[in-house]
């Protein structure tokens, strides 16, 4: 059974950093999967902000998180991170990690994150001063 599990979430003045985690376990993350991070706030729309295409290594990121968001993946393994940097109020949502298999970074981020496999229960992150 494939599980994400999230966490690194919490609450942060606008302008500071967080570093999210997720561990995922009963899959085996190889060259057939993209793995990536999307956040949903409260009556707003799913948001993919990042996603890595574990065929090239190749990271997608959306416009809004692009220059401040970082993710990266633990030597091979199965634990993907995002680091967040310079956060806005606007970035104040639940975070998600997902996988899949057989899909692309740039449709899964075209798409809002949908198309993915797999998701976790998510992580928190609020932004307020």
């Known amino acids: 059974q494939v599980q994400l599990v999230e966490s690194g979430g919490g609450l942060v003045h606008p302008g500071g950093s967080l570093r999210l985690s997720c561990a995922a376990s009963g899959v085996t993350l190889d060259y057939r999967h993209a793995i990536g991070w999307f956040r949903q706030a409260p009556g707003k729309e799913r948001e993919a902000v990042s996603c890595?295409?574990?065929?090239?290594?190749?990271?997608y990121y959306s416009d809004s998180v692009k220059g401040r968001f970082t993710m990266s993946r633990d030597n091979g393994g199965n634990a993907v991170y995002l680091q967040m940097n310079s956060l806005k109020t606007e970035d104040g949502a639940i975070y998600y990690c997902?996988?899949?298999?057989?899909?692309?970074?740039?449709?899964?981020?075209?798409?809002?994150?949908?198309?993915?496999?797999?998701r976790g229960k998510g992580t928190l992150v609020t932004v307020s001063s």
């Open positions: 890595l295409n574990l065929h090239d290594d190749s990271t």
């Open positions: 997902s996988v899949g298999a057989g899909v692309h970074c740039a449709v899964v981020l075209s798409q809002g994150g949908y198309g993915m496999d797999y």
